[in-house]
């Protein structure tokens, strides 16, 4: 199972929106809609910020939204903060009970 | 509700280690442990995942024949065990919560990460 590809960076202004896109198959992204996604700030845990998709869990700010299209899932952050800048990560279940997680992006705030 | 990790091992290659995840705060059998690691400047890799109810498990196919995963209900406690360490299996070994089928599949609560260093 290859990793999910995910630009290596995306940057943008405080205020902006940014997007980061995850690609992946239509053994994965294309066949669920069991897509996640999280942040990891350096030397932590990574935290869930969407799940299926489209959902975010309690406490999750609503500037974090997520989209799925084909094989290709969407995370946007809108309304950029400098507490955003850190590394993105998505997941898609995979089937047969396996997961597979994509390359990274890192978020800077300019 | 937390997952509370064993502490950093350092291994020589060819070793053994086993690594585990205390849950607490949660019914811990009715979720899945899934265990995930991230070597040095790296990304997030998934290894596997173990329900401690049922005992079921299942890896990823390059971790298949040397990782094993166990749970103890009695305990609230799950272990990954990982076999014939070489170098590159230098990461920080995190657990994760994970929703089962119907319920999402996605993992929502994590350890804080146990660092694995394997050199002679």
């Known amino acids: 199972q290859s990793a999910l590809t995910q630009p290596a960076s995306v940057s943008g202004s405080p205020g902006q929106s940014v997007t980061i896109t995850c690609t992946g198959t239509?053994?994965?992204?294309?066949?669920?809609?069991?897509v996640s996604w999280f942040q990891q700030h350096p030397d932590m845990a990574p935290k869930l910020l969407i799940h299926e998709v489209t959902k975010r869990p309690s406490g999750i700010s609503p500037r974090f939204s997520g989209t799925k299209s084909g094989n290709t899932a969407s995370l946007t952050i809108s309304g950029l903060q400098a507490e955003d800048e850190s590394v993105y990560y998505c997941c898609s279940y995979a089937g047969r009970s396996m997961y597979v997680f994509g390359t990274g992006t890192k978020v800077t705030v300019l | 509700e937390q997952l509370v990790q064993s502490g950093a091992e350092a291994k020589q290659p060819g070793a053994s280690v086993k690594v585990s995840c205390k849950g607490s705060?949660?019914?811990?059998?009715?979720?899945?442990v899934n265990w995930v690691r991230q070597a040095p400047g790296r990304g997030l890799e998934w290894i596997g995942w173990?329900?401690?109810?049922?005992?079921?498990?299942g890896f990823a196919r390059k971790f298949q024949g040397r990782v094993s995963m166990t749970g103890d209900t009695a305990t609230n406690t799950a272990y990954m065990e990982m076999s014939s360490l070489r170098s590159e299996d230098t990461a920080v070994y995190f657990c994760?919560?994970?929703?089962?089928?119907?319920?999402?599949?996605?993992?929502?609560?994590w350890g804080r990460g146990t660092l694995v260093s394997v050199s002679s």
């Open positions: 994760a919560r994970g929703w089962p089928e119907g319920y999402g599949r996605f993992f929502d609560l």
């Open positions: 705060g949660y019914r811990f059998g009715i979720y899945d």
């Open positions: 239509s053994s994965d992204i294309g066949d669920y809609n069991l």
């Open positions: 173990m329900n401690p109810n049922s005992g079921n498990s």
